[in-house]
């Protein structure tokens, strides 16, 4: 399509600490802000086992001990509250000038659900919204976690969907806040999938619904460290 917008894609092999995507997204978010005329970047990653909470997210949803906690924790810039990351969980983490993409976060969150909701219903699963949940759901399951930030409207963090991962560890927190809302897991569907497998999937439906044409990186756009 002639109207698609140049993004770049940074894919990792490897187990990702959370520090080291965070750290990513902050220059991608930097090189935009500076060039805001520049290309939209995406990165799509698993993380190693961690919890992360939101910007205002309670500590009460912890089930243990903050000052001790089973994995590493941390607080960062997304609204939300806490979730918890591990392998089988692809992550995806748009990086986007807003401004080309409805400049309504609103709109935005809407758009990332919408992107779960089709990658589904490629497997046949009729996935979700429920008012006044962010998120996508599925039989009344979270299969797919959502926090963003935003600065001068460019975006940081995204969307976590369980594929094959382990969920124990989501028995340590309440996850989202929702005690009453069961964490799933695609696999549990769909037995014949993994995270690799839906990757790509994941990335061709993303790049269709924001009207984007992912490409590797020059040698110039590496990221430091990555």
Request: charged share 20%.
């Amino acid at each position: 399509m002639g109207s698609q917008l140049d993004a770049i894609l940074f894919e990792s092999e490897r187990l990702v600490p959370f520090e080291r995507g965070w750290q990513a997204q902050r220059q991608l978010q930097q090189r935009l802000l500076l060039q805001p005329e520049g290309p939209d970047a995406v990165l799509l990653l698993q993380h190693e086992p961690c919890y992360t909470l939101g910007r205002g997210a309670d500590p009460s949803f912890l089930r243990f001990d903050h000052a001790n906690p089973p994995l590493p924790l941390h607080r960062i810039d997304r609204g939300g509250e806490v979730t918890h990351h591990c392998p089988g969980q692809l992550v995806l983490y748009p990086v986007l000038n807003l401004q080309r993409h409805g400049a309504d976060l609103h709109l935005y969150l809407r758009q990332l659900e919408q992107v779960g909701i089709d990658l589904l219903a490629e497997y046949g699963l009729a996935a979700e919204r429920l008012a006044g949940l962010t998120g996508v759901w599925l039989e009344g399951h979270k299969l797919a976690a959502i926090g963003v930030g935003a600065r001068r409207w460019i975006s940081q963090h995204g969307l976590a969907l369980n594929v094959d991962c382990d969920l124990a560890g989501f028995s340590q927190v309440v996850p989202c806040g929702l005690a009453d809302r069961p964490v799933g897991r695609l696999l549990d569907w769909r037995p014949q999938l993994s995270a690799a497998a839906v990757a790509p999937r994941l990335l061709a439906v993303f790049a269709d619904r924001f009207g984007l044409a992912l490409r590797a990186p020059e040698p110039q756009e590496q990221l430091q460290g990555w």
